[in-house]
């Protein structure tokens, strides 16, 4: 999709950029971009510590139902 991209057209995106947004504003927007990345890779982490969580339960649960299952079988 993007192999065709050379350099004189990487030139002409990035003069773009600078005229719509100004040499002072692409910093900042940089940096908002990065905080909106921190704080989307903490809140996946956080989704995948819960996830794992429930499963550590679940398979507690799944072993003590083995666990009497048996012993109700001797």
């Given at each position: 999709?993007?192999?065709n991209i050379g350099t004189?057209?990487?030139?002409i995106i990035?003069?773009?950029i600078l005229l719509l947004f100004g040499a002072k504003k692409i910093p900042e927007l940089a940096r908002g971009i990065g905080k909106g990345i921190k704080e989307f890779?903490?809140?996946t982490k956080e989704i995948k510590s819960g996830v794992d969580d429930e499963k550590k339960e679940l398979n507690k649960l799944i072993s003590d139902e083995d666990t009497d299952t048996k012993k109700k079988n001797v």
């Amino acid at each position: 999709m993007f192999g065709n991209i050379g350099t004189t057209e990487i030139i002409i995106i990035v003069f773009v950029i600078l005229l719509l947004f100004g040499a002072k504003k692409i910093p900042e927007l940089a940096r908002g971009i990065g905080k909106g990345i921190k704080e989307f890779k903490s809140a996946t982490k956080e989704i995948k510590s819960g996830v794992d969580d429930e499963k550590k339960e679940l398979n507690k649960l799944i072993s003590d139902e083995d666990t009497d299952t048996k012993k109700k079988n001797v």
